[in-house]
């Protein structure tokens, strides 16, 4: 069974940093991307970031030039290094995997419970 454990979310100041894990577990025969979703309290999930198999990012008009997002596959772990916070970044971060579980199956979407990142001073 594939797992997604999101960690590195916490309380900054604005203009701080975080960065956030996505470790995955389980077994996949290819992933297509992955990618960090948020979720602030009243408002729909939105994208944040995607990385591509081929390494071919993807960013938010809000986040651009402040987020990064990276993956060390020797480690099953995706990153998305925060910079330069603001309060509206405030918001619970989900991790999430496009993938195929085995050859033969179809694309699944795999989710992390998420990880609460909260701006404030």
């Known amino acids: 069974q594939v797992q997604l454990v999101e960690s590195g979310g916490g309380l900054v100041q604005p203009g701080g940093s975080l960065r956030l894990s996505c470790a995955t577990s389980?077994?996949?025969?290819?992933?297509?991307?992955t990618g960090w979703y948020r979720q602030a309290p009243g408002k729909q999930r939105e994208l944040v970031a995607t990385?591509?198999?081929?390494?071919?990012?993807n960013y938010v008009d809000s986040v651009q030039g402040r987020f990064t997002i990276s993956r060390d596959n020797t480690k099953n772990t995706v990153y998305l290094q925060m910079n330069n916070l603001k309060p509206e970044d405030t918001a619970v971060y989900y991790c999430?995997?496009?993938?195929?579980?085995?050859?033969?199956?179809?694309?699944?979407?795999?989710w992390g419970r998420g990880t609460q990142v909260t701006v404030s001073s």
């Open positions: 389980g077994r996949i025969f290819s992933i297509d991307a």
């Open positions: 990385i591509s198999s081929r390494d071919i990012t």
């Open positions: 999430n995997v496009r993938a195929k579980p085995t050859y033969f199956t179809r694309i699944v979407d795999y």
